[in-house]
């Protein structure tokens, strides 16, 4: 039933800042984690940051302190606010829902993401 549409994705110069947004078409509150993945071409799909339901977030050491996950549940919305942003950052973003450990995961179809000079 839940549709992710990812918005906000585009061209910047190295240094530069982008804000990912992502609207649920309904309940996002039953997700327990939500967030954001990215693939760049010829690269697997890899984590950018989580958020959970309790506020805490998870996201690889390189990005902590330059990406800043969150979520509103009142709004259905996912941000992913981007800074300092770099070459090797050039990636499809996708928004992702997943119910829990194990649970159903939902996609969506991504927005591109492109960081050069």
């Known amino acids: 039933q839940v549709r992710l549409v990812e918005s906000g994705g585009g061209s910047v110069q190295p240094g530069g800042s982008l804000r990912l947004s992502c609207a649920a078409s309904?309940?996002?509150?039953?997700?327990?984690?939500v967030g954001w993945y990215r693939q760049a071409p010829g690269q697997e799909r890899e984590l950018v940051a989580f958020?959970?339901?309790?506020?805490?977030?998870t996201s690889p050491g390189s990005r902590k302190g330059r990406f800043i996950v969150s979520r509103d549940n009142d709004k259905n919305m996912i941000y992913l606010q981007m800074n300092s942003l770099q070459p090797e950052d050039t990636a499809i973003y996708f928004c992702?829902?997943?119910?829990?450990?194990?649970?159903?995961?939902?996609w969506g179809s991504g927005t591109q993401v492109t960081v050069s000079s």
């Open positions: 992702h829902a997943r119910a829990g450990a194990g649970g159903t995961a939902v």
């Open positions: 309904g309940s996002i509150s039953n997700f327990d984690t």
């Open positions: 958020i959970f339901n309790t506020g805490s977030t």
